[in-house]
């Protein structure tokens, strides 16, 4: 077996392959993890009905933009199989198509500014709750299309495979928002404190940061004539429409995927404040692990994409699976951890009095951690799935079965059970956990039939 690794280690789509590319990737995206961890940690400290909000607002936020951010993150595909493919003079002009797909999430932006109180107040939380929500969604408004292009900027990195790039600039940005939530929430350096506003304004200082420096990284000597970035600025119809045909399902799917997630949230916080505190913290050490392994999808993505372009397809096969067997181990020993000590997990969150005023809401956040233990595995592999998918073209099954899965196997049993019955947290939770379970399921039979290894989403 130790032969075998080693073997594996070393060979063409091999462990150290993906791993070069992976890695910095998983970073990247635990930059998020953590500042999205700092983020809520802060707002339970200052209050319980911050932290209650927080997540709902920020989820409806990133739901609402994912049709964008998919679509314009898959700008990555095209990248890694022109890369592939040695048509470097093609990049340039479909980065320039992602910058123009992004600007559209403007029209979204508005109207649902304007739209959010009157969205908070159809959900049925406690008032105070809801004041909190409609308030830290409508600031997120100001830098939603800067969260897009982030999405089309970094794809060009990454589809280069300068995953190192991505990884700096998520850094930057989660350094600039971590302190900044610290300064605004509780009022330093002179500040007032501003509590959950503060945190909102941290956050798009933060994301706006990182698009002038995407850009300015992008335009260099050495990459503006070698990838005609600049020679290629115009709308290019054909290429625009190509990139939505397959990034926009591609879109729909994480709009579905949060949409859904965010309904399950919200669900949560009709049952009571205390489950929902409880499931929004659960969630929150969850992401630690879960948001790296976006990192892990988004690689897998890349290389698949390299290999097609290299028509290689038995080579984007092995490191599908190289991938699968390091996230198998990790989530493993992850999972592990959750059920043995879940109390240091918890722990940052009850510092300065946190969770003191919500009764038996640490007990609770125990239980959901051994949930969080079954599915995040799931989760996990389902990731890698879907990024090999991804990372070949074949986004409209990926869309489909998303809507079948999350919509009609999801929402509509958690809607059923909270309308009918006398909804208890846990029955919820294993709404949730067995869902995540059809989908890896699902997904890993696509993978197996192998329709993607014919797939090309370049010329």
């Avoid at 600049?230 to 579905?256: A, H, T």
Wanted: glycine share 6%; with cysteine.
């Amino acid at each position: 077996m130790l032969n075998s690794i080693k073997k594996r280690w070393s060979d063409e789509s091999g462990y150290r392959e993906v791993l070069t590319i992976a890695i910095p990737l998983i970073l990247s995206t635990g930059a998020w993890s953590v500042l999205l961890f700092f983020d809520r940690m802060f707002l339970s400290w200052y209050s319980e009905d911050s932290i209650a909000a927080a997540m709902p607002a920020g989820m409806t936020s990133f739901a609402m933009l994912s049709l964008f951010i998919g679509t314009a993150a898959y700008v990555n595909t095209f990248v890694a199989q022109y890369f592939g493919a040695d048509e470097e003079n093609r990049i340039g002009a479909i980065v320039w198509q992602g910058i123009y797909f992004s600007l559209l999430s403007f029209f979204v932006i508005i109207p649902a500014y304007f739209l959010a109180e009157s969205f908070f107040a159809l959900i049925g939380h406690t008032p105070e709750v809801q004041a909190q929500e409609t308030l830290y969604f409508k600031i997120l408004m100001y830098s939603a299309m800067f969260m897009v292009l982030n999405n089309a900027l970094s794809s060009f990195f990454s589809g280069l495979g300068k995953t190192m790039i991505v990884m700096w600039v998520s850094f930057l940005i989660a350094a600039i928002n971590i302190v900044l939530d610290y300064i605004l929430i509780f009022g330093k350096l002179g500040f007032p404190a501003m509590g959950i506003r503060g945190a909102a304004i941290a956050s798009n200082i933060a994301v706006i940061a990182g698009s002038a420096v995407y850009l300015l990284l992008i335009f260099q000597n050495k990459y503006r004539n070698r990838f005609e970035l600049v020679s290629s600025w115009r709308l290019n119809i054909p290429l625009f429409n190509r990139l939505v045909y397959f990034g926009f399902p591609n879109g729909l799917r994480l709009f579905i995927d949060m949409t859904a997630f965010t309904a399950f949230l919200m669900f949560v916080g009709t049952v009571g404040t205390r489950e929902q505190v409880a499931t929004n913290i659960a969630f929150n050490i969850e992401a630690l692990a879960f948001l790296p392994m976006v990192g892990m999808m988004i690689g897998t993505a890349v290389l698949v994409g390299q290999r097609l372009g290299e028509n290689k397809p038995d080579l984007a096969e092995k490191a599908v699976w190289s991938a699968i067997h390091i996230t198998f181990a990790f989530f493993s020993i992850l999972a592990v951890l959750y059920i043995t000590i879940p109390g240091m997990f918890i722990y940052p969150f009850t510092l300065n009095g946190g969770l003191e005023n919500i009764e038996n809401s640490i007990d609770l956040i125990v239980v959901l951690l051994r949930f969080v233990a079954v599915f995040c595995l799931f989760d996990a592999i389902f990731l890698v799935f879907i990024g090999a998918l991804e990372g070949a073209g074949d986004t409209r099954f990926i869309m489909k079965m998303s809507f079948i899965i999350s919509i009609l196997l999801f929402v509509v049993p958690c809607y059923i059970y909270i309308k009918f019955f006398e909804a208890e947290v846990l029955v919820l939770w294993w709404i949730i956990t067995i869902n995540v379970m059809i989908y890896c399921s699902v997904f890993f039979w696509r993978f197996k039939m192998g329709p993607w290894r014919d797939m090309r989403v370049i010329e």
